[in-house]
């Protein structure tokens, strides 16, 4: 009797793999058939122990799970979802340079929009080109104080090291032109549209970071006050 269900069992098993075959998946046919070749050799191993055959049934469970059982175990328990969406990130933009905040890091990179290194990140110029690149825009007040928020974070104590006659640790002036809507939301890392307690909540988390009281920068904190207030003026 236990033979007939024995043979009984495998010839479902073989239907069952075969109608597998043909309406699988080819991109899932592999994983499915490590799948399916677990199971089978776990079925075996049944089957040799409940004959009396211990002694093979149980090595043979042991080494399949070794070889397979992690993988198979681990594509049937539900995966979690990605955190959904990137680090919100500030933008800030000048005529010669494009600074990007980071705001979970506090990490700031930037990018040349105009001149010599025109297309260049700044982490990749070395400090003579830096030196460089201050004079070539140092015409510029806004992009000068990018500028100098980023080598303030780069390489503290740069100021020391530079001539009385540069353009470098001047404050910057009041700018020139209105801040548009579309910058202010740029430099707070908002979507457009967002409402008065989202522009709050971005606002402060920013001047934690960025505030002169904690190390940070008078230019950039006072770009970030400007967005909000540009913004928040919507609401008024």
Not at 21 to 46: D, Y
Not at 117 to 130: H, I, K, Q, V, Y
Request: glycine share 12%; proline share 5%.
């Amino acid at each position: 009797m236990l033979q007939i269900l024995t043979v009984i069992s495998a010839l479902i098993g073989a239907y069952g793999a075969l109608r597998w075959f043909v309406n699988a998946n080819p991109a899932s046919m592999l994983a499915g058939g490590r799948q399916s070749l677990f199971l089978a050799g776990l079925g075996l191993a049944a089957v040799l122990a409940m004959t009396g055959r211990v002694g093979l049934g149980i090595p043979l469970a042991v080494v399949l799970f070794y070889l397979y059982g992690k993988g198979v175990f681990g594509s049937m328990v539900p995966r979690r979802k990605a955190a959904s969406g990137a680090p919100r990130k500030s933008m800030v933009r000048s005529a010669a340079l494009e600074m990007e905040l980071d705001h979970r890091t506090g990490k700031m990179t930037g990018r040349v929009l105009a001149g010599t290194f025109e297309g260049r990140d700044l982490d990749s110029l070395d400090a003579a080109a830096l030196q460089r690149l201050a004079f070539e825009i140092s015409a510029d007040p806004e992009s000068r104080g990018l500028l100098e928020v980023y080598l303030d974070r780069r390489m503290p104590g740069w100021r020391e090291h530079v001539k009385s006659d540069g353009a470098a640790g001047r404050r910057r002036p009041p700018n020139a032109g209105a801040m548009s809507e579309e910058e202010a939301y740029q430099i707070l890392g908002l979507p457009q549209g967002a409402g008065e307690p989202e522009i709050r909540a971005a606002h402060r988390r920013l001047m934690k970071k960025v505030h002169p009281d904690t190390g940070g920068s008078n230019f950039l904190a006072a770009r970030i006050n400007e967005a909000k207030d540009r913004l928040l003026s919507k609401h008024r």
